[in-house]
């Protein structure tokens, strides 16, 4: 299996940040990446798919880099909306899809 | 309107079964790949079986043998079998679109299993 590693764990910003999510995979997934906000009692929300592509719907404020084995998530300027969990996830291969570990972004 | 709404589950004791009903409305189950993804309390998200359009059928090696997925294209329906069901079952289970990363998911659902 691919591991998917997130760093940090926790975050804590304030309102107009700018945040970087780093994620790692334990072996290359070339661009099939996508980032996830949760929020509590809620499903996931798809934000960023193919490593940079923006869901449409979702805030220009947020975007995702990398390919290969790292990538990172950045809230050009964190809004009280985006203080949730984000979770990376590969999907190299569809039958074995895996989640990084999560980053609660809280409130500084 | 493009939605997945779930049914099922529930409380069960150790070694019972629960099944999973997943409806989808604007799109076609058959024409997509479909995910079981479960978030255990507090912890973060696994998937734990896929089906593809063409019915192949994956499971993580937590749930292989145990968990069936399936699908019902008459009702445009998604579904999870659960049998002997274990304590580290428990969790908020989810069905979901895959396109690319997974772009439609259902409400979830909690899965408790507990004498």
């Known amino acids: 299996d691919i591991q998917m590693t997130q760093s940090p764990s926790t975050l804590s910003a304030s309102v107009g940040d700018r945040v970087t999510i780093t994620c790692r995979a334990s072996?290359?997934?070339?661009?099939?990446l996508a980032w996830y906000q949760q929020k509590p009692g809620k499903a996931p929300k798809l934000l960023i798919y193919?490593?940079?592509s923006l869901e449409p719907g979702v805030s220009s404020r947020f975007s995702g880099s990398g390919s290969g084995t790292e990538f990172t998530l950045t809230i050009s300027s964190l809004q009280p909306d985006d203080f949730a969990t984000y979770y990376c996830?590969?999907?190299?291969?569809?039958?074995?899809?895996?989640f990084g570990g999560g980053t609660k972004v809280e409130i500084k | 309107e493009v939605q997945l709404v779930q049914s099922g589950g529930g409380l069960v004791q150790p070694g019972g079964s629960l099944r999973l009903s997943c409806a989808a409305s604007?799109?076609?189950?058959?024409?997509?790949?479909m995910n079981w993804v479960r978030q255990a309390p507090g912890k973060g998200l696994e998937c734990v079986s896929v089906?593809?359009?063409?019915?192949?059928?994956y499971y993580a090696d937590s749930v292989k043998g145990r968990f069936t997925i399936s699908r019902d294209d008459s009702t445009n329906a998604l579904y999870l079998q659960m049998n002997s069901l274990r304590a580290d079952d428990t969790a908020i289970y989810y069905c979901?679109?895959?396109?690319?990363?997974?772009?439609?998911w259902g409400q979830g659902t909690t899965v408790t299993v507990s004498s």
């Open positions: 979901a679109r895959q396109s690319g990363g997974l772009d439609v």
């Open positions: 193919k490593a940079s």
């Open positions: 996830q590969q999907y190299s291969s569809y039958s074995e899809i895996t």
């Open positions: 604007g799109f076609s189950v058959s024409n997509n790949y």
């Open positions: 089906i593809y359009r063409e019915g192949t059928t």
């Open positions: 072996q290359s997934i070339s661009i099939w």
